[in-house]
């Protein structure tokens, strides 16, 4: 391949890559900080009513150390129960679709301050009579006059 091909392809790739799951603020020069969710820890837990869900937030720090931080909120919120992954895939967004009812737990919004090492975790509380099944993590990050939001699947079982 010549070397404007693999401009081309990088380029394309970038573009493609760079809008799952995370928001870039714009900052005068540099890279901006950016915050996407979550560890894959956070999802992958099973968990149980009574819980919290801790979502920590993955930081990259931008390259510009005299940028000022631009204004960020970080959102996140379980929806369910829902009996099976793919009954939550095939009604995601009509809530109407759930198996036993609605159940919502959110977490508060949390507006890192873009300081070096920090390190933002949204804390969602389940509550003690929360339905078992598969619930859909909904995360936001609003930063800089627009966002992004994204998916996930979380399971909850019943108390032990």
């Known amino acids: 391949m010549n070397a404007r091909r693999l401009v081309v392809i990088a380029c394309l790739a970038l573009l493609v890559t760079s809008g799952c799951g995370s928001w870039r ?10 915050y996407t969710c979550c ?9 149980q009513p009574g819980q919290e869900m801790a979502v920590h937030w993955i930081v990259r720090p931008g390259t ?3 940028a000022k931080p631009v204004k960020a909120e970080l959102t996140a919120r ?7 992954v793919s009954e939550l895939k095939s009604t995601a ?3 109407a679709q759930h198996a036993w009812g609605e159940m919502t737990f959110e977490a508060e919004p949390v507006r ?7 390190q933002p975790v949204s ?3 389940i509550a003690e009579d929360a339905l078992p099944g598969y619930y859909n993590l909904i995360f936001a990050v609003l930063q800089g006059g627009g966002g992004v939001s994204g998916a996930s699947v979380v ?5 032990a």
């Open 123 to 125: 804390v969602i509380s």
């Open 112 to 118: 890192p301050s873009g300081a070096a090492g920090e």
């Open 25 to 34: 603020s714009t900052t005068a020069a540099g890279v901006p900080t950016t």
């Open 78 to 84: 379980l929806t369910g129960p829902y009996r099976e």
């Open 93 to 95: 967004g009509d809530t």
């Open 39 to 47: 560890d894959g820890e956070d999802v992958v837990t099973i968990y």
């Open 64 to 66: 510009d150390p005299a």
């Open 155 to 159: 399971r909850v079982t019943p108390k």
